[in-house]
């Protein structure tokens, strides 16, 4: 079993910054790939980055090029930096674990594993 907790959501302006932590617990020498996901209200859940068991990292397009995510395997915590956040990025954001991870030059496809967190609140202003 696999545990995780995200932390690090609040309320920021636009163009502010926050970073979001994943601390993972539990089984964790058997995770494979993790995933950041978002969900906004009233729409579905959507993924925003992945990260490999090797740490390599894709991001979707809407915030390439604003977020970052690093994978600290010592401390079992994956991060995602946000910066220049828009009010489009308002969403609780999801941890995910266990998933599978598969790129092909610039053609990526993530797969989640079982393991969720419960979130964590991020709201930009405008």
């Known amino acids: 079993q696999v545990q995780l907790v995200e932390s690090g959501g609040g309320l920021v302006q636009a163009g502010g910054s926050l970073r979001l932590s994943c601390a993972v617990s539990?089984?964790?020498?058997?995770?494979?790939?993790m995933g950041w996901y978002r969900q906004a209200p009233g729409k579905q859940r959507e993924l925003v980055a992945a990260?490999?068991?090797?740490?390599?990292?894709n991001f979707v397009e809407s915030v390439k090029g604003r977020f970052t995510a690093s994978r600290d395997s010592a401390n079992n915590t994956v991060y995602l930096q946000m910066r220049d956040l828009k009010p489009e990025d308002t969403a609780v954001y999801y941890c995910?674990?266990?998933?599978?991870?598969?790129?092909?030059?610039?053609?990526?496809?993530?797969?989640?594993?079982?393991?969720w967190g419960q979130g964590t609140q991020v709201t930009v202003s405008s």
């Open positions: 995910n674990a266990d998933g599978h991870l598969r790129s092909y030059g610039s053609i990526w496809g993530y797969a989640p594993g079982d393991y």
């Open positions: 539990g089984s964790t020498f058997s995770i494979n790939a």
């Open positions: 990260i490999s068991s090797g740490s390599s990292i």
